[in-house]
């Protein structure tokens, strides 16, 4: 697909469901008793799979393109698939689902797309066999395809190396069948949606600090789970109409759950013009308007604490980097390197093509802003979030840019080209 230089964004769009949120919901709407109706579901390939995994677990899930309806099995009721569970792309439902897995009566094998059986998975089988876990990869190299023979667990409490929500989750989700309770101390706070929708289904769990906990649980109860625009999808839409001259956005409905809205505290710091507008809560889950005006940005420094807050946004913030006057410096986010692409020496390559000033270090980027960006043909390497970020960088290029692989935005946008294109003038 071929991008070129626009003269101006201007509307209004609507962002597709939360990816992180909807998994949860599949997941936990499954485990429940009763029916869990899921509003605004993100009809991405990744949501898709786990729809799959736990239809295939004996789930009856009811899915007219818009809203799912999940007939949960109860906590003790899912069932041994017949075949493999095929994961796709995604990482979430491998983790998450892991978790859940380890606790059944049965024996499965899980496997993925090529991108999957390159992920790292060490990091949920230490936590997971320390709970009395049987959970093995195939091929010995810690990555997927995994095989899981549930059995009985016991509570832990752990203290993982990196601040990884799917780390988090897939400890959690195993914790409900566990014998005493399971906490998971992070080093610094990721994405706190699976203990919002726990709360929420009637589990016990608690959040102090940097440490999650669960008690063991013998019955969930199914919900409406409505789920807010996905910020990580918005973010291509805040940074293009920044970027973009004489340029005005607003982008309705936006989840800005404080353990996901680094990327607007990144705007601010980079001297963005954002204002929130409708803002509202439901279920724990914060949302708002955002309106996005075009303007000069400088670069800052970006690290600690800030990084699960925006680990998914950092490739859309490289460009804006590339944009902004002055140097950004991107640390403390080594966990780049094992996204769906390397995505620290994709970025760097990538910018590079296009003419910007990019540096690739052992834990982020340093970006020299402020050169004009030229049209390059860009290799996505099937990353979604690669495909999406280029193509906004395409909207500032000189030139032509096109982007290799752009189909796999499917994974979590399946209508970004189609919103794009609505809002170029
Ligand atoms: C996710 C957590 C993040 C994020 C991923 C979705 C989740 O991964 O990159 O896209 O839904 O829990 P890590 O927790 O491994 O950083």
């Given at each position: 697909m071929k991008f070129h230089k626009a003269n101006r964004l201007a509307g209004e769009l609507s962002i597709p469901g939360d990816k992180s949120i909807s998994h949860r919901g599949i997941m936990l709407g499954a485990l429940a008793?009763?029916?869990?109706?899921?509003?605004?579901?993100?009809?991405?390939?990744?949501?898709l799979s786990t729809i799959d995994c736990f239809r295939k677990m004996g789930v009856t899930i009811k899915n007219d393109g818009t809203s799912v309806l999940v007939k949960g099995n109860g906590i003790r009721g899912l069932k041994k698939s017949d075949g493999i569970l095929d994961v796709g792309n995604s990482g979430t439902t491998t983790r998450l689902m892991s978790g859940i897995l380890a606790a059944q009566n049965f024996e499965t094998i899980l496997n993925g797309d090529e991108s999957i059986q390159r992920r790292p998975m060490r990091r949920i089988i230490t936590p997971l066999s320390q709970m009395g876990a049987n959970i093995t990869s195939v091929l010995g190299n810690d990555c997927a395809p995994l095989r899981i023979i549930g059995g009985p667990l016991k509570g832990i409490h752990y203290s993982s190396p990196v601040a990884s929500a799917q780390v988090k989750s897939s400890i959690l989700f195993a914790g409900l069948y566990a014998d005493g309770k399971t906490s998971v101390t992070e080093p610094y706070v990721s994405r706190n949606h699976t203990e919002l929708m726990l709360e929420y289904f009637g589990a016990s769990v608690s959040s102090d600090n940097t440490t999650a906990s669960v008690f063991p649980c013998s019955r969930l109860d199914g919900q409406k789970v409505i789920v807010p625009g996905d910020i990580s999808s918005a973010t291509y839409f805040i940074c293009a109409a920044l970027i973009v001259?004489?340029?005005?956005?607003?982008?309705?409905?936006?989840?800005?759950?404080?353990?996901?809205?680094?990327?607007?505290?990144?705007?601010?710091?980079?001297?963005?013009?954002?204002?929130?507008?409708?803002?509202?809560?439901?279920?724990?889950?914060?949302?708002?308007?955002?309106?996005?005006?075009?303007?000069?940005?400088?670069?800052?420094?970006?690290?600690?604490?800030?990084?699960?807050?925006?680990?998914?946004?950092?490739?859309?913030?490289?460009?804006?980097?590339?944009?902004?006057?002055?140097?950004?410096?991107?640390?403390?986010?080594?966990?780049?390197?094992?996204?769906?692409?390397?995505?620290?020496?994709v970025m760097v390559e990538n910018l590079k093509k296009m003419g910007a000033d990019a540096?690739?270090?052992?834990?982020?980027?340093?970006?020299?802003?402020?050169?004009?960006?030229?049209?390059?043909?860009?290799?996505?390497?099937?990353?979604?979030?690669?495909?999406?970020?280029?193509?906004?960088?395409?909207?500032?290029?000189?030139?032509?840019?096109?982007?290799?692989?752009?189909?796999?935005?499917?994974?979590?946008?399946?209508?970004?080209?189609?919103?794009?294109?609505?809002?170029i003038e």
């Open positions: 008793d009763g029916t869990t109706e899921i509003t605004n579901f993100l009809q991405g390939a990744d949501c001259p004489n340029s005005q956005l607003v982008i309705k409905n936006v989840g800005i759950n404080p353990t996901r809205d680094g990327i607007l505290q990144v705007c601010q710091q980079m001297g963005a013009n954002i204002k929130l507008e409708n803002v509202s809560t439901t279920k724990g889950e914060p949302s708002a308007d955002l309106v996005v005006t075009s303007g000069t940005l400088h670069g800052t420094i970006i690290g600690g604490s800030l990084i699960p807050t925006l680990i998914d946004e950092l490739p859309m913030i490289a460009v804006l980097a590339a944009y902004a006057d002055g140097e950004t410096i991107i640390k403390d986010a080594e966990e780049l390197k094992v996204k769906e692409s390397n995505r620290i020496d540096e690739a270090t052992d834990d982020g980027m340093i970006i020299r802003g402020g050169k004009a960006l030229h049209g390059a043909v860009i290799d996505s390497k099937l990353d979604h979030r690669i495909a999406m970020t280029f193509a906004v960088a395409g909207l500032i290029a000189d030139g032509t840019t096109e982007i290799l692989g752009s189909e796999c935005v499917a994974i979590s946008y399946p209508d970004f080209y189609e919103s794009l294109n609505k809002i």
